[in-house]
């Protein structure tokens, strides 16, 4: 009896001297889960934030690359937008969403198309005036590759300008055209291509062939040949070619004669 109430005491006194400990030791880690150290909030260095324009198309090719270029690339939230809208609150309002236009006219005075790196626009950013980036450097060099990429009339992305070259004049007069039926060609090649042809080049024969130029019916025929006729060099016509040249079917021993006929 006095031993059972002696490990009874012992067992209070026990649970007395380790319960507070134990607390202790449990909170411990949850402590550490709500303080710590404190975060920093990092700056937003990713891509512009889109804008959609809806106002009115820009009047010249130069302003068209002002916007590709230039306002495109800045007129959103996290660059110039913020400020230089058409709300402000600062001016000038360069990159105003309301109408390229008239932000084209705002922003001419503080870029330097023949040195883009001495526009006002890259030097007042590189200067430390609301740079997006980690460096003040970085944002007026980007923004000197915008204002460059306007002044050549080339995307920013590295586009390039087509040159157009104009085709050497011709005199309409030196040319044939086909004529718009097909009764020439009923009485003289058409003739011809039926007799000697139309096993493979008409769409009824048993293994037909395209192009279908020996085809029972003439209009159809005359269309199909077209292409294999040259009006201004008949010998260089394919259909002549084929034979003279290439042996293509021959219908009699001598292909140049069949080519000529």
Not at 2 to 29: D, E
Not at 93 to 121: K, M, Q, T
Not at 163 to 180: I, R, T, W, Y
Request: glycine share 8%; net charge negative; hydrophobic share 45%.
């Amino acid at each position: 009896m006095m031993r059972a109430l002696a490990t009874t005491s012992f067992a209070a006194r026990w649970r007395r001297f380790t319960a507070p400990a134990l607390a202790i030791f449990i909170t411990l880690p949850l402590a550490g889960c709500g303080g710590g150290a404190s975060t920093e909030a990092l700056p937003n260095t990713g891509g512009a934030q889109a804008v959609t324009y809806t106002g009115p198309a820009p009047a010249t090719a130069d302003v068209q690359a002002f916007k590709l270029n230039v306002w495109d690339n800045l007129s959103a939230g996290n660059r110039c937008g913020a400020c230089h809208g058409a709300s402000g609150p600062a001016a000038p309002a360069f990159v105003r969403e309301d109408d390229v236009n008239l932000a084209y006219a705002l922003a001419n005075p503080l870029v330097d198309l023949s040195s883009p790196a001495d526009s006002r626009l890259v030097t007042k950013v590189a200067g430390g005036h609301n740079c997006w980036l980690a460096s003040d450097s970085a944002c007026g060099a980007v923004i000197a590759a915008y204002i460059e990429a306007w002044a050549s009339g080339s995307a920013a992305g590295g586009g390039r300008q087509i040159q157009l070259v104009a085709p050497p004049d011709k005199d309409p007069g030196a040319s044939k055209n086909f004529p718009d039926d097909s009764a020439q060609f009923s009485t003289t090649v058409h003739p011809l291509l039926t007799a000697n042809c139309a096993g493979c080049h008409d769409d009824a024969a048993a293994t037909p062939q395209a192009p279908f130029f020996a085809a029972a019916d003439v209009d159809a025929a005359y269309g199909a040949a077209k292409a294999k006729i040259d009006l201004d060099n008949p010998a260089n016509s394919r259909l002549v070619v084929r034979l003279r040249n290439e042996f293509h079917n021959c219908w009699s021993a001598d292909c140049q004669s069949d080519a000529d006929a």
